[in-house]
């Protein structure tokens, strides 16, 4: 069987308020659906097939559900049955399970995607259209799944939580052998605090918004905890998990626009630092940030691989206190946290762009000991290529753009 590679792009859907109703009832009927393939199984089998000949002809009976629908509903009683029985391997308490959450499983015969942002979805009374909300800024890469043939739709899940609906599209493609050739260039991206990350093409994403909304979260919480009771701790846990949202919101952003930031300059690979040693980030930022380095590292990770750029990560230490233009390494070249003043040869420049040539240039030191496959690596940065000899090459003429989001830290 061929491996493939998945992805899900979540898109919010406008439904008429008889749609709603009818997904409302196609919800039900799934429940039950769930509860009475589980009384066929439980606790004797959680094989999908067997599971599928005992209950579907009860499921079609019993519910309006169409057959594909059915066919998933024992597939999700399966699995969940298989995550039952793997407890009890362990000697963890098991019940049976029960089916409560306002989810809907699709798949490629239950639902259909069209040209013009309309989706058809399966319901107990023939099949719903809805609009498909357009892409926000921040998710326009889930939009590629959508346009590029070599994706195609595979299990989806419809989420009837709260007021909204939303679609949780699920793509996969067949896994094609090394699809990066390269050229080499490489974007190298410092990672912080007061900016989120900066490229060595100085594109500056600020981090002030984020280290506010964390800042405000952790006053909030240490009243609450004061406070003690039942209630402030289950405010608590609801502020954590808004918090939380808004940083991976903001963190697919960034992530996004660092791949754009790439492609953009034809770099072929993205260099980050290296956080996995969390005492080098003691120094840098409040240990909180770590999971939000781990998150991006990992957004970037995911969306650079699917257009084809590789990421590298490089050893941090001392690429904040390393002059990019001569390598001169000292303490005193920062003068304050913002600003970078080589002691050696006097260049100046923000600290934190001064950092990302580095992790740009130690990538492309690495690649060439290494025989890597994308050759020689060049450091990319707003006006042209620095090769690993420090040689400068600027762009060619005409094909510089003006940077839309940048500005001083
Ligand atoms: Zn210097």
């Known amino acids: 069987m061929a ?44 094989d999908a097939r067997t599971i599928q000949s005992m209950a579907y002809d009860a499921i079609r009976e019993q519910t309006d559900l169409g057959s594909q629908h059915a066919i998933l509903v024992t597939k999700q009683v399966a699995s969940a049955l298989k995550t039952c029985a793997d407890r009890r391997e362990k000697g963890l308490p098991t019940s049976k399970p029960r089916f409560r959450a306002p989810t809907l499983t699709y798949d ?74 390269g050229n080499g260039a490489v974007l190298g991206v410092d990672l912080g605090v007061e900016n989120i990350a900066v490229t060595s093409t100085a594109r500056f994403f600020s981090g002030r918004e984020l280290a506010h909304v964390c800042r405000e979260h952790a006053k909030r919480r240490r009243s609450l905890e004061r406070v003690g009771s039942r209630a402030a701790h289950l405010i608590v846990e609801r502020l954590g998990s808004r918090e939380r949202r808004y940083i991976r919101n903001r963190l697919h952003e960034v992530s996004r626009a660092i791949v754009d930031e790439a492609s953009r300059y034809d770099c072929s690979i993205i260099a980050l630092e290296n956080l996995s040693s969390i005492q080098c980030l003691v120094s840098r930022a409040e240990f909180s940030h770590y999971w939000a380095y781990a998150a991006l590292a990992r957004f970037v990770e995911y969306k650079a691989e699917s257009e084809g750029i590789e990421v590298v990560f490089v050893a941090p230490r001392g690429t904040s206190r390393t002059c990019a233009e001569c390598g001169y390494c000292d303490q005193s070249n920062r003068r304050d946290r913002a600003t970078f003043r080589c002691l050696e040869c006097g260049a100046s420049a923000n600290a934190d762009y001064n950092a990302a040539k580095n992790v740009a240039m130690r990538a492309v030191r690495g690649g060439q000991q290494s025989s890597s496959r994308t050759g020689t690596r060049r450091c990319a940065l707003k006006s042209g290529t620095v090769n690993p000899n420090g040689a400068f090459h600027p762009y060619p003429v005409g094909s510089e753009e003006e940077s839309a989001d940048e500005s001083a830290a």
Do not use: M, N
Not at 20 to 31: I, V
Not at 148 to 164: H, N
């Open 3 to 46: 491996d493939y590679e998945y992805r899900t792009a979540v898109k919010r859907l406008r439904a008429s308020e008889e749609a709603r109703a009818l997904l409302e009832r196609t919800l039900s009927d799934w429940h039950e659906a769930c509860r009475l393939a589980t009384e066929c199984a439980w606790p004797h089998t959680t």
């Open 108 to 181: 490629a015969r239950c639902l259909s995607l069209f040209d013009d942002g309309t989706v058809s979805l399966a319901t107990v009374e023939g099949r719903v259209r809805c609009d498909l909300c357009l892409p926000s800024d921040g998710e326009g890469y889930q939009h590629q799944f959508l346009e590029d043939e070599a994706w195609s739709l595979t299990e989806s899940t419809l989420s009837l939580r709260d007021e909204e609906l939303r679609l949780h599209l699920g793509f996969r493609r067949p896994l094609s052998t090394v699809e990066t050739a």
